[in-house]
């Protein structure tokens, strides 16, 4: 079965740091980006940050020197090491994957795979 498995979201206090896990099985995954996206409750899902299989990475201005995405190709397993956080990371984040390395890293609709999502919640 070929999914994507987030994991590592929970309840942190603001300025604290969270480590979210994603982890792949079913499928090879030898070219394209992975990207972690949020959405909270009566909004959009927004990309947060995104890493191609050649190591380059993208951010949201809103996480740019708070967020790292990181990757272990020979795990299948992309992280997203969270520091600083505030309330306003409160979302449901979720991992997905294309084959697609151009094209905008950011487009929801560009990705073929996604996981299951897991909670953040950052309280003041």
């Known amino acids: 079965q070929v999914r994507l498995v987030e994991s590592g979201g929970k309840s942190v206090l603001a300025g604290g740091s969270l480590t979210l896990s994603c982890a792949a099985s079913?499928?090879?995954?030898?070219?394209?980006?992975v990207g972690w996206f949020r959405q909270s409750p009566g909004n959009e899902r927004d990309g947060v940050a995104a890493?191609?299989?050649?190591?380059?990475?993208y951010y949201d201005d809103r996480v740019k020197g708070r967020f790292t995405i990181s990757q272990d190709n020979a795990k299948r397993t992309w992280y997203l090491q969270m520091n600083a956080l505030k309330p306003e990371d409160t979302a449901m984040y979720y991992c997905?994957?294309?084959?697609?390395?151009?094209?905008?890293?950011?487009?929801?609709?560009?990705?073929?795979?996604w996981g299951q999502g897991t909670q953040v919640t950052v309280s003041s």
């Open positions: 079913g499928f090879d995954y030898t070219r394209g980006i």
């Open positions: 890493i191609t299989d050649d190591g380059r990475s």
């Open positions: 997905a994957a294309r084959a697609q390395r151009s094209g905008s890293w950011s487009a929801v609709w560009t990705y073929e795979l």
